[in-house]
Every structure is written in structure tokens, then in C-alpha cells.
């Protein structure tokens, strides 16, 4: 009996391909913002803490590395650095600020979903299929 269903590869390249979308999204409508106003992006930063020049830079990486993730290139440092800016914005900014109000748990949460994104996204290539490396110590476990 023939179903129409998709099978788990096209499924979880489709899937992949919706998460890193949305992460690129997510990341560009944060990032073009500090790329593009720099002196506003910079006395965001200052206000968090952290010295203004942080802002620009922190924006233009932001933007190169999701343009760079979305067509699937440089996939694996891409999402290394993202999981850093994160990781960062995490520890200066929305965890500070949900220990002074636990009522501002949403962008700590958006931003700890974000980092479980990049780390599913790390996992496998862009085009959904396991990561060599991790093929081949699932490969190797299996022999042991």
C-alpha cells in the first residue's frame, strides 16, 4: 500500500530548512539594525555594559554569518559564532534582566531556543542529512 506521506530524509531536510530559515530570520532582524546605525547600536551596548563598539561589529557578524547560513555556506563556524553572540547576549543582557524581573523571561527564553537551534542545525549539514563526523562515530559505535 502506497501512502502519501513524506519520507523522514525529505521531512527532516524540510524541517531543517524551515529551523534555519527562522533562525537567519531572527538573526537578520536583530542584526541589520546594529549594522546599520552604528552611533544607536552603540549606545545600546554601553547601556548593557559592555564598550559601544561591540554593537556595530556584533550587527555586521550577525548579518555576514546569517546570509552565510542561509545559503549553506561556512554552515558549522556560522553556527559556532551565532551559539557565542548568543551565549553572550544571554550572560550581559537577558539573564541579568530576568533575575531583576522574572516577569522578562521572553527574550532569555527566545535566545536560549536559539542556541538549541544553531546546536540541531550543527548537528547535520545544510542539506539535512547527519554531519560526517557524526556519521562516522554513529558508524563506529555501532561496530564497538
Known amino acids: 500500500m502506497k501512502t502519501n506521506t513524506l519520507s ?5 531536510t524540510y524541517a531543517l ?41 556584533t550587527g555586521i ?13 561556512f554552515w558549522r563556524i556560522s553556527n559556532l559564532v551565532l551559539i ?5 547576549a544571554i550572560a550581559t543582557v537577558q539573564l541579568p534582566k530576568f533575575l531583576a ?7 532569555l527564553e527566545r535566545d536560549l531556543l536559539m542556541i538549541v537551534g544553531h546546536l540541531a542545525l550543527l548537528a547535520f549539514n545544510p542539506k539535512g542529512t547527519l554531519a560526517k563526523e ?9 561496530v564497538n
Open 8 to 12: 523522514n530524509s525529505k521531512f527532516q
Open 17 to 57: 530548512l524551515i529551523l534555519r530559515i527562522t533562525l537567519v530570520a531572527v538573526f537578520l532582524y536583530h542584526g541589520l539594525p546594529k549594522a546599520i546605525f552604528w552611533s544607536a547600536a552603540a549606545e545600546k551596548f554601553v547601556g548593557f555594559g559592555l564598550p559601544g563598539f561591540l554593537g556595530p561589529i
Open 61 to 73: 557578524t550577525e548579518v555576514i554569518l546569517s546570509v552565510s547560513l542561509l545559503f549553506g555556506r
Open 84 to 88: 557565542f553572540i548568543m551565549a553572550g
Open 101 to 107: 524581573d522574572t516577569s522578562q523571561v521572553a527574550g
Open 134 to 142: 557524526t556519521q562516522r562515530e554513529y558508524q563506529s559505535s555501532e
